[in-house]
């Protein structure tokens, strides 16, 4: 690798840029609500860019150029054509989003308490904190040996009790670790939102960058000829005709699109950011502003992976190719070598000042995952199962404290974790099968208690334990039983198990998919079967004002094609714009994803289209993310300043710790009592 001085220099100024921004916002961590949830001041642009920075950590950069390095353009058509229009509907609509706001719960689990018991919300933060844990325990292994072999790092390895250990590797995940263990405990949600922030636009400025080069350096004459080479069952530009590709065929695609509905917003790795913002409003417009912004995170995780295997697979790039050939041939593990194909490549193929740039931003979004990760499982640990189990809040002190405990615990935990344990599968597949853990019972549970009045607990606890419990067998199954028992027991009794198939019949993504219909079928059957609760009051749960809930029991007047999406009177001109803007691009997408799925169903369409088509979506593509990047540059500057603004002027709530009793928080409770706020600016942290 060719790394040099100016390259780390890049690297150094950036560390000390965050360091310098996360000191000076720890002043503003006065209570537990700042900790945990930026004292719900952040707006839209700034949440947005924030939130967004979370998905591009060295696991979710490398797991996506992992998927396009296999199936080239053909995935875009199920994932980012189809995938962003449900999202960004979803969005728009504000399903799930706002309504979890409005109970003005700090966790997810939390709002277990408030719709269902203190017992469910204690088993679902153990499954959630278990899931979650589970599932960012290998974050760090995948950004270290990234990082190893994109700096070329040498490697010293030593023996303990016959177990062999990386020490370039322990050095690596430690200090990844360390720094996101310093950011997340500083200052809590407040350094974390304001880092990640900063990270987010240095992000965006080296995504840039890396698109320009590659344009420069790579033919796109030659990306469409090289990946229209691919054999049948395997196109990587016909969407139509993969079905020979392993692991990601069609229906992974289908199964993704799927879960993304059943369980949206559920998953708790970045949950703090569902309660952060300063409305529940601000929260719907961030959901919808993430869609514009994945449009610049989609064109860097689709272009680049193609532009490697063009020049590794291409006739015009014989000296680049051989050099990449090289530097993957010292990476002895086969799926380690599969993963790094993509990073190691572009490595080679960036220039000095370039190569600083990407690692700079590859460390940027990695510290931007693990400190919003390690704040969320952290946080849950405290919040959803230590003080209900307790069974009586915390001082503001002792409360911080325990939470800056648990976040260092969750770090340790995963600096071993990611030492010792070996991926038999791909990345997104672990994803999606450690996720389901959780997901697989919390997606029915969460829409149930939000949506559906019949839902209750017993439902709850039937679709959280055959949920998780299925997963749980799963991961076993597939990481355990099959690879390291099956072989000898195939040996023993060949007759009896000769032919069960030598590698696990079912994917991560399979199997989530089966579990989460399990789960729902479980809530929805125990919910009839069992008596609802009629102490369960929505509009309390909701905080909704009783004069606009007999509003909306009025019978309803004109037709009116805003509210139809969700467009009610909180929407300024510039909201309904955007909003506006928003579902008449999905739209588009939804309606070449229909009109290509008819023609291709009726004539067919050949590869020569498939790649003129793909040359009118990247331009399309470049062209909205440039002008969404130049967008969320200024107002996220805004918003920033209304964060510090709003930090210093608004007062404390000591009893806003997300402590629950019987239905309602203890701050409720308290002011119902006394007729009072009780308020206190004394710092805290």
Known sequence: MHFTILDNSIIIVLFALLVIVACRMQKYTRSVADFLAANRCAKRYLL????????????????????????????????????????????????????????????TAEFFELRYSRKFRIFAGIVAWASGVLNYGLFPAIAGRCLIYLLGLPQYTTSIAGIEINLTLALV?????????LFATMGG????????????????????????????KVDWHSIISVLSSAPQGRSMLDPFDIKE??????????????????????????????????SPHEARMAG????????????????????????????????????????????????VR???????????????????????????????????????WGSIMVQDVIM????????????????????????LFAFFFSLFFNLKDFIFMYFAITGAIYLGGAGAVILGGLYWKRGTTAGAWAAMIIGSGCSVIGIVLQNIFWPYFLPNLKLKYPSLLGNVPDVFPLTGMEMAFIFAIVALAAYIIVSLLTKHEESLEFDKLFH????????????????????????????????????IASISLTLFWVIVFIVGNIINSRVGISKAIWGKWWTFYFIINVTVSAVVAVWLFVGGLINFRDLVHLLKEKSRDNLDDGYVVGRSRLNEIEKEQVHLPQKDNSTVG
Not at 259 to 278: D, E, P, R, V
Not at 549 to 571: D, H, Q, T, Y
């Open 245 to 278: 590709v392993q692991g990601f065929n069609l229906w992974y695609f289908i199964f993704q699109i799927v879960l993304t509905i059943y369980g949206y917003n559920a998953w708790q790795g970045s949950q703090s950011y569902n309660y952060s913002a300063i």
């Open 189 to 216: 949600q407040i350094t974390i939102i304001v880092t990640e922030f900063c990270q987010g636009q240095f992000v965006s400025i080296a995504t840039f960058m890396v698109i320009i080069i590659l344009l420069i």
């Open 388 to 411: 209900p189990l307790r069974g009586k809040p915390f001082s503001p002190k002792a409360h911080i404290k325990a939470l800056r405990l648990s976040i260092l615990s969750i770090g």
């Open 48 to 107: 947005t860019v924030a939130g967004s920075t979370v998905g591009m950590g060295f696991i979710s950069v490398v797991g996506s150029w992992e998927l396009y390095y296999k199936v080239g353009f053909s995935g875009i058509w199920w994932i980012l054509m189809l995938l962003p229009a449900v999202s960004m509907l979803l969005s728009i609509s504000g399903f799930v989003t706002y309504r979890l706001r409005s109970t003005m719960a700090m966790t």
């Open 338 to 376: 599969g993963q790094l194909t993509v990073p190691v490549g572009l490595m080679r193929l960036l220039p000095i000042g370039a190569v600083g740039l990407l690692c700079a931003s590859f460390i940027a979004g990695n510290i931007s995952t693990d400190t919003t990760y390690l704040h969320s």
């Open 173 to 181: 995940i430690g200090c990844l670790l360390a720094v996101a263990v």
């Open 544 to 579: 909704r004002n009783k004069k606009v809930v007999e509003e909306k029991k009025k019978p309803a007047g004109k037709w009116n094609l805003f509210s139809r999406f969700g467009i009610g009177k909180e929407f300024t001109t510039s909201d309904k714009v955007i909003a």
């Open 288 to 335: 919808i502003l993430t869609g514009w912004r994945n449009y610049i995170t989609n064109v860097f995780l689709f272009f680049v992976p193609v532009c490697i295997f063009t020049v590794l697979h291409g006739s015009g790039y014989t000296f680049s190719a051989e050099q990449i050939n090289s530097d993957l041939a010292s990476i002895a593990d086969p799926q």
